[in-house]
């Protein structure tokens, strides 16, 4: 019925159509998004693993397990969406003969997302970390800015790729 009665308005008005091409059409790209849900995901495996060393896990521990989780599994998903917008809007021919193995490195960042999901395992989070500053790393190079490596100031205080824009 709102269908209906909204196409009867526009034929009457005539309301211009608009599309975008992209999911952000106003260029803004940063992968530092993805890199912080990255550095989010070993925090809530680290403190998964802290629920872990316990003998027995009370109520509050099993409530607390549960929302780590979640949490954990929606910033995997953070991570591969943005790392996918950036590769699918921005990524053209010019960034691909730049870095011909792109495709590549995004398909490890999806699986390696997955398995972020799937598992607690740290060394799962640390692998993604390492894929998404490469994918900074060639972000900001096909930008033509530099980068820098700096040790993030808050848990789990990790090597982090960022831009020098000063």
Known sequence: MIHSLLTKLDRAISIPHADAHCDIPCKIYDPCTAQVATLS????????????????????????????????????GKVKDEVRVIWGDYFKQPQFEQFPDSNELVHNIMLTGSACKQQIAREHGEKLLELVNEFARRFWATKGIEVFTAECPYPPAMSVVYPKLG
């Open 41 to 76: 995901i070993i925090r809530l495996m680290d403190l998964i693993a802290e629920l872990d060393a316990k003998d027995s896990l009370s109520l509050a521990d099993q409530a607390q397990l549960s929302r780590l989780v979640a949490e954990k599994e929606i910033h995997a």
